[in-house]
């Protein structure tokens, strides 16, 4: 069982900046593919970033490419999620997952992560 809980969340205008946290509590983190999601409301949970358990390889959706940055540190069981020029369609609860099996590919669906935080408000104002 793997918990996480995500922080950093809060108000900020367009153009700001704001860095969630997910801190993870399993002893074997450093081996988990991470991945952010986002919901907004009335809308499905839709792939942000996510990270390779060795913090090399990272994916984007299109919407944040450029804006956002996944990084992860293994030694404090903790990934992140840097996001510049917030823009008010960001506006969204976002959620860090972590997948059942380790050492898994790039896994960019919700169905194939299986812990999920319990969510961070972001909201950016225009």
């Known amino acids: 069982q793997v918990q996480l809980v995500e922080s950093g969340g809060g108000l900020v205008q367009a153009g700001g900046s704001l860095r969630l946290s997910c801190a993870a509590s399993?002893?074997?983190?450093?081996?988990?593919?991470m991945a952010w999601f986002r919901q907004a409301p009335g809308k499905e949970r839709d792939i942000v970033a996510v990270?390779?358990?060795?913090?090399?390889?990272?994916y984007y959706a299109d919407s944040v490419k450029g804006r956002f940055t996944v990084s992860r540190d293994n030694a404090k069981n903790t990934v992140y999620l840097q996001m510049n020029s917030l823009k008010p369609e960001d506006t969204a609860v976002y959620y860090c997952?972590?997948?059942?099996?380790?050492?898994?590919?790039?896994?960019?669906?919700?169905?194939?992560?299986?812990?999920w935080g319990q969510g961070t408000q972001v909201t950016v104002s225009s």
């Open positions: 399993a002893r074997t983190f450093s081996s988990y593919t």
């Open positions: 990270i390779s358990w060795t913090g090399t390889n990272t």
């Open positions: 997952a972590a997948p059942k099996l380790s050492y898994t590919t790039m896994l960019v669906k919700a169905t194939h992560y299986d812990y």
